[in-house]
Every structure is written in structure tokens, then in C-alpha cells.
């Protein structure tokens, strides 16, 4: 099994949400075009923004912050050739947390049920770094 696959997975999820956010700001930013100056500083620019447009931009975000150890320790674990099958399974499982977590932010942004998929993730994640770890060690 290919560990770089989940990977992947992650840097479509990301390009989608990255699209869904440049077609929710695509039309404000032609209909203001030339008078961009007030957005120029994110937190000005965030309470003027509708729930929705907010939900977009807030995930957007999250998928820059955690995924980036997921892709970090993906391609050392790809390089090490320390990718087991369980890896594999853990890195797929990580993934679907975060797709999980991007569904409700992007739609009810449920917080109880978005921070039971990061958690969710992140003890996969810790799991997946721990594993990687104790094969380091043990080789």
C-alpha cells in the first residue's frame, strides 16, 4: 500500500476547500476591485464577513495548520520505507477525520462534532509519529 495516496488525499481536500474559498471571495473582490484597502489585515476584514464566508475561511486555515506534520511525517515515513500496512491504514483513517472535520466546518460547523473529528485526528496523528518513532529506535 502506498502511503503517499492519503497524502494526496489531504492536498485535494485542501485544493477543493481552496477553490470553494476563491469562489465565495471571487465576487466581492471584483465588485470592489481598485477598493481592496479595508481587507487589507484579516482580522479587520473577519467580522465583516457572513458565518458562511467565515465557516470557508476558517477551515481554509485549518488545513494549513495540523495536515502540514501529517505531510511532513507521510514523506518521512516514505523516505524511511517505514510505511507498514498499519501506517497506511492510520495515515487513510487521519484523512477521513479531517475530510469529517472540513464537511461539518463547512456546513453546520456543529463545534462539539468538528473538535470529536480533530480529536479524533490528532490521536491518530500522535499514534501514527509514535509508531514511526519506536520503528526509528528499534532499527
Known amino acids: 500500500m502506498d502511503i503517499l ?3 494526496f488525499s489531504m492536498i485535494v481536500l ?3 476547500v481552496s477553490a470553494l474559498l476563491l469562489g465565495s471571495r471571487l465576487p466581492s473582490i471584483i465588485r470592489h476591485f481598485g477598493h ?3 481587507a487589507m489585515h484579516s482580522d479587520e476584514l473577519r467580522p465583516r464577513l457572513s458565518p458562511r464566508m467565515r465557516f470557508i475561511t476558517d477551515n481554509y486555515n485549518h488545513l494549513f495548520e495540523q495536515p ?3 505531510y511532513a511525517l507521510v514523506v518521512y515515513l516514505h523516505l524511511s520505507e ?3 500496512d498499519l501506517q497506511v491504514q492510520m495515515a487513510w ?3 477521513l477525520a479531517r475530510v469529517v ?3 461539518i466546518h463547512l456546513t453546520s460547523n456543529n463545534v ?3 473538535a470529536l473529528t480533530f480529536v479524533t485526528a490528532t490521536i491518530i496523528l500522535i499514534a501514527m509519529i509514535l509508531r514511526a518513532g519506536l520503528a526509528l529506535l528499534l532499527s
Request: hydrophobic share 55%; no cysteine.
Open 5 to 7: 495516496l492519503p497524502m
Open 14 to 16: 485542501t485544493a477543493g
Open 36 to 38: 481592496l484597502q479595508g
Open 68 to 70: 502540514v506534520l501529517f
Open 82 to 84: 517505514l510505511a507498514d
Open 93 to 95: 483513517l487521519y484523512v
Open 101 to 103: 472535520h472540513s464537511l
Open 112 to 114: 462539539s462534532a468538528r
